[in-house]
């Protein structure tokens, strides 16, 4: 009988540890954004659950959606791929091609139907019969159609899969768009950013693994654990913002400094990702830390408002930036002031009824 293999039938035939088999869960458990007392559950969910097939395929896009995934640090990719999932068709990582990987493609809908995780990078083309983006043989909006209808859940990886991508920036001749109108009723996760977070990437396709449901979203279709926070509320720059201090210029003092690159570009203020919380390559760093403005890779349009290093056209409800910073500072002031005098009076209340006291 064909029994597909938990994680844990894995690290048993692999001869590992069950230390090591409960640190990765541990190591799920946090990088999927649960508390510590959902460890428990985690451990059971991978002891008990087979590995969950994944199908991989690409549209319209460039790779590096891919090229992020294989530098997942925590779980390394390669643990992922060959311990935490059954990855039946990719077509980066397979060394199979041609019509037998093809067919190797349709035996897995058939054989895992409604029951496979489908992972799409890349925009659909629509126009002209969708010609400019072919997969197989045909158009991708047909594989794509074909493939989502029978999967489980569907998680669209990058920008490009999300809204589009540089594809669907203006004119947009090929009509390109985001796969979440060709899915039908399939739950589709969307994981933008270009590309995104490796890590958020593993995170998101475990959580789906092991609990076999769709995380959190918020109301673009993202998981509310990664993309729950602005680029500007974990943003280290952030108290240069709030004190009104900003670069002019990438070469001034005050960039070299540290100080806010807002007037140099950052999106940070209207951009949602974790960028800010677990940085790129195992926490190394991210573009504000290198020295560059958010380009807000994570918005669904971001390439049709270049230039990308002028100024955001409006704060929303706080108005002129330059003055934030001043307000700020006087409000701070105020509430020192009052702090002060305050205290002075609770001083003289004391000392004035311990001595009717003596």
């Known amino acids: 009988m064909d029994k597909r293999e938990s994680m844990w039938d894995v690290y048993l035939r692999k001869g590992m540890s069950r230390r090591s088999f409960v640190k990765s869960c541990v190591a799920l458990t946090s990088l999927m954004g649960l508390s510590t007392d959902q460890v428990s559950k985690v451990v059971e969910a991978a002891e008990k659950k087979p590995l969950p097939v994944v199908v991989w395929i690409h549209g319209h896009e460039c790779t590096g959606c891919d090229e ?31 019509e037998p990987f093809e067919a190797h493609l349709e035996e897995t809908i058939n054989k895992y139907k409604g ?57 947009n001749p090929t009509g390109s768009s985001g796969i979440s109108h060709f899915t039908g009723k399939t739950p589709v996760v969307n994981v933008p950013g270009c590309p995104p977070i490796p890590e958020v990437m593993t995170g998101v396709v475990m959580h789906v693994a092991l609990f076999g449901t769709v995380p959190p979203l918020d109301n673009e279709g993202r998981p509310k654990q990664f993309y729950g926070n602005r680029i500007h509320d974990t943003c280290y720059r952030r108290p240069f913002f709030d004190a009104g201090m900003f670069a002019e210029r990438f070469d001034d003092a005050g960039a070299k400094a540290g100080w806010c690159l807002y007037k140099l570009g950052c999106r940070g203020p209207e951009t949602y990702n974790s960028c800010g919380n677990l940085r790129w390559f195992q926490g190394m760093s991210y573009p504000i830390q290198s020295g560059a403005p958010c380009i807000g890779c994570s918005n669904a349009h971001f390439w049709d408002e270049d230039p990308m290093t002028t100024r955001m056209p409006e704060y929303g409800p706080l108005g002129n930036v330059d003055k934030i910073g001043a307000a700020l500072a006087v409000g701070t002031a105020a509430g020192v002031a009052v702090h002060g005098a305050m205290s002075v009076i609770q001083k003289q209340k004391r000392e004035a009824e311990e001595h009717e006291k003596e």
């Open 68 to 98: 992020s995934f294989i530098r997942s640090g925590a779980p390394l990719a390669s643990d992922l791929v060959l311990s935490q999932i059954a990855l039946e068709y990719d077509h980066l990582l397979a060394a199979a091609s041609g």
């Open 115 to 171: 029951q496979y995780i489908l992972c799409v990078e890349g925009a659909v083309c629509t126009k002209d019969n969708g010609v400019y983006c072919m997969s197989g043989g045909k158009p991708f909006i047909e594989t794509l159609q074909h493939a989502a209808h029978n999967a489980a859940a569907v998680i669209a990886y990058g920008t490009c899969a999300a809204s589009g991508g540089i594809q669907a920036a203006k004119p």
